[in-house]
């Protein structure tokens, strides 16, 4: 087989492997809105159940002990490493707060995990725990990231996929940093929409 006919069947078998990949959106919203819904009703049910006046009273509590640097600490590690955590558990503390500093501060923590993890998964991919980290998620999301490059961060980024493990993925794939990073801060709009939400939840309350 020459070298020009090698590259033509490999343009083909990508050529497939796109037409064949497509984002399962009942799956998406399995994973991720019906977590967030339950985020949010529990969230409901809790300051329901307490009352307007202790539910402040502990914000206070938070925001005079932890602060913002707590919501900051909380979310960064969240978006960076692979826990069974979910940043969305700070709305409930954060929907009464100044939305004008809470938001840039949830909004830069998360933006900064991704580009943590897209360093991880670039820089540190052939250590064995990240590597087999790693080989896992291109099994699981690989396809996505040859289909779609950037606009699957971009993706990740504001629906309810596992952000951190796909910037990790595209650190290890080696995709552009020029494109990755700025991909990234798509994570301000989604805290200003979740915010927007609990708000709204809390208003209603």
Same mark, same amino acid.
């Given at each position: 087989?020459?070298?020009?006919?090698?590259?033509?069947? $490999? $343009?083909?078998?990508?050529?497939? !492997?796109?037409?064949?990949?497509?984002?399962?959106?009942?799956? =998406?919203?399995?994973?991720?809105?019906?977590?967030?819904?339950?985020?949010?009703?529990?969230?409901?049910?809790?300051?329901? *159940?307490?009352?307007?006046?202790?539910?402040?009273?502990?914000?206070?509590?938070?925001?005079?002990?932890?602060?913002?640097?707590?919501?900051?600490? *909380?979310?960064?590690?969240? $978006?960076?490493?692979?826990?069974?955590?979910?940043?969305?558990?700070?709305?409930?503390?954060?929907?009464?707060?100044?939305?004008?500093?809470?938001?840039?501060? #949830?909004?830069?923590?998360?933006?900064?995990?991704?580009?943590?993890?897209?360093?991880?998964?670039?820089?540190?991919?052939?250590?064995?725990? #990240?590597?087999? @980290?790693?080989?896992?998620? !291109?099994?699981?999301?690989?396809?996505? =990231?040859?289909? @779609?490059?950037?606009?699957?961060?971009?993706?990740?980024?504001?629906?309810?996929?596992?952000?951190?493990?796909?910037?990790?993925?595209?650190?290890? +794939?080696?995709?552009?940093? %020029?494109?990755? =990073?700025?991909?990234?801060?798509? %994570?301000?709009? %989604?805290?200003?929409?979740?915010?927007? +939400?609990? %708000?709204?939840?809390?208003?209603?309350?």
């Amino acid at each position: 087989m020459t070298d020009n006919t090698a590259h033509k069947f $490999d $343009d083909e078998e990508t050529k497939q !492997e796109h037409k064949d990949v497509h984002l399962n959106w009942k799956k =998406i919203a399995l994973v991720g809105f019906i977590p967030l819904l339950l985020i949010f009703l529990g969230f409901f049910a809790v300051v329901k *159940y307490i009352g307007g006046d202790n539910y402040t009273a502990a914000i206070d509590w938070f925001d005079e002990n932890l602060g913002m640097w707590g919501i900051f600490f *909380y979310v960064y590690v969240v $978006d960076t490493l692979i826990l069974p955590l979910s940043p969305d558990f700070v709305f409930p503390i954060a929907a009464s707060m100044n939305p004008f500093i809470v938001v840039p501060v #949830i909004g830069t923590a998360s933006a900064l995990g991704g580009v943590t993890s897209y360093a991880i998964g670039l820089l540190l991919h052939k250590i064995p725990l #990240i590597k087999k @980290y790693t080989e896992k998620a !291109e099994a699981k999301w690989g396809a996505y =990231i040859r289909k @779609y490059g950037t606009a699957f961060v971009i993706l990740a980024g504001i629906l309810p996929l596992p952000f951190s493990t796909i910037c990790v993925l595209a650190g290890a +794939l080696k995709m552009d940093a %020029r494109k990755v =990073i700025p991909a990234t801060c798509i %994570r301000y709009i %989604r805290a200003a929409l979740y915010f927007a +939400l609990f %708000r709204a939840g809390l208003l209603i309350i």
